[in-house]
């Protein structure tokens, strides 16, 4: 197994941003709207040319809402869900069609398109970060994947969500405590109590970034912190123990729905390796149907310079 940089894409997390960056005047010529996948093609290049990967795999959500997550929670994510129980749509139909043509791409660039049934890209990422043997680079602009950043293991997140691709945050264990003030490896704890309401997890009530960062730096983890509510004698206030009493059966929950897996799929030797002319020539081809030449020359310039 390679044990050069895995370069891992939170692929819908950029798909998306791709849409909302690209004008959706941008259109093959059969009219089709191709905005998100020229922009998805340019990170690709941009990520390439930038942090020179051994190799990339595109992460794919092939269950965007786990039936075992919502099993657990049933508010995971319900406000995202349609009329149709599939997710909802915030594109006006125009990000769907492409979605394939983006799968498309990367496969004819030699870029792995893995999902796993069950899985969230995210436990995709998860689970190869886990089991690569080098450094990992983790793109997204999901917040989430912060628990899975690890100096020691070379594991970190580039970070999309404020400066984009060209720009991100590079979050490594200083990164994570300057700006929450706790380790990565305290993540998935922080996050349990503060919530997110963009994943339906509703969080402690009374507990926000500041106090689960003090809680954790003062009790270490959240079996620290329940025990600390426990015991009368501990320095908890009165309305932060008791919120965190009644919240017993929410924490034990969310603890496993914000964990991302580790185990959802098996890793495999992946290489970037030099396109043949006929790999070449048939991306080409698929470009020029799309009506996205341009960003083919700058993918295949970036990804030869990896």
């Known amino acids: 197994m390679p044990n050069g940089r895995l370069l891992l894409l939170d692929s819908a997390s950029l798909y998306f941003r791709a849409f909302f960056g690209v004008p959706d005047s941008l259109k093959a010529p059969d009219g089709t709207v191709v905005n998100a996948l020229r922009g998805m093609l340019d990170f690709v290049a941009t990520l390439s040319t930038e942090f020179k990967p051994a190799a990339i795999v595109a992460c794919w959500d092939d269950d965007w809402r786990p039936q075992w997550r919502v099993d657990l929670m049933d508010t995971y994510k319900t406000h995202r869900v349609g009329e149709d129980g599939a997710e909802g749509d915030t594109t006006e139909g125009l990000l769907g069609p492409q979605v394939p043509l983006i799968a498309e791409a990367l496969a004819l660039l030699g870029i792995p398109v893995i999902g796993a049934a069950g899985a969230e890209a995210d436990d995709i990422i998860g689970t190869l970060s886990h089991d690569w043997d080098g450094p990992v680079d983790v793109v997204t602009g999901d917040r989430d994947l912060f628990q899975l950043v690890d100096d020691e293991r070379s594991v970190r997140v580039i970070y999309t969500s404020r400066g984009g691709v060209g720009n991100p945050d590079l979050v490594d264990n200083a990164w994570m405590r300057e700006r929450y003030g706790i380790d990565a490896s305290q993540y998935v704890d922080f996050a349990v109590m ?12 009374g507990i926000g970034d500041k106090t689960g960062a003090v809680l954790l730096n003062e009790f270490g983890d959240l079996d620290g912190i329940i025990a600390a509510a426990e015991d009368p004698a501990s320095s908890i206030k009165p309305r932060v123990r008791q919120s965190l009493k009644d919240s017993a059966a929410y924490i034990a929950a969310a603890r496993t729905v914000v964990a991302v897996k580790r185990d959802a799929c098996e890793i495999s030797a992946w290489e ?23 960003a083919a020359d700058r993918v295949l310039e970036g990804l030869a310079s990896s």
Not at 194 to 205: F, K, M
Not at 274 to 283: G, N, R
């Open 272 to 294: 970037l390796e030099a396109l043949s002319t006929d790999q070449q020539a048939a991306f080409r081809a698929f470009a020029e149907t799309w009506g996205i030449s341009g």
């Open 194 to 205: 503060r919530g997110d309401p963009s994943d339906g997890i509703p969080g402690v009530p």
